[in-house]
């Protein structure tokens, strides 16, 4: 960030409570204070505020609990997986060993 940031902004973006909204703030002041026509102006504004929306939408995603029911089930699929993936590795090496141990008598 540093490449790009001067050093007051930097600082002012890291001592901010949430970053993303401050850098879309920004943004959104840079787009009204420039001297672009209305229709690219309109565009980038919106683009702004559906970037926004996704943004908000992912942090509620990512502070929403999952349910400990989920994450019980989640356990118990990965260990069922594990240990079938187990058995049928062992299987199959028994099955190559068995052959392997006919085709050289």
Known sequence: MQAVLQAE??????????????????????VESSCIVS??????????????????????ILKTPIPLSY??????VVVVLVLVLVLVLVLVLVLVLVSCHYCHC
Not at 9 to 30: D, F, M, T
């Open 9 to 30: 902004e930097l600082e002012l973006l890291l001592a901010s409570k949430h970053r993303p909204n401050y850098v879309l703030q920004i943004l959104s002041g840079l």
């Open 39 to 60: 229709p690219e102006r309109f565009r980038m504004d919106q683009n702004i505020t559906f970037f926004m929306d996704a943004q908000g939408s992912c942090e509620r």
């Open 71 to 76: 994450t019980r089930w989640a356990v118990l």
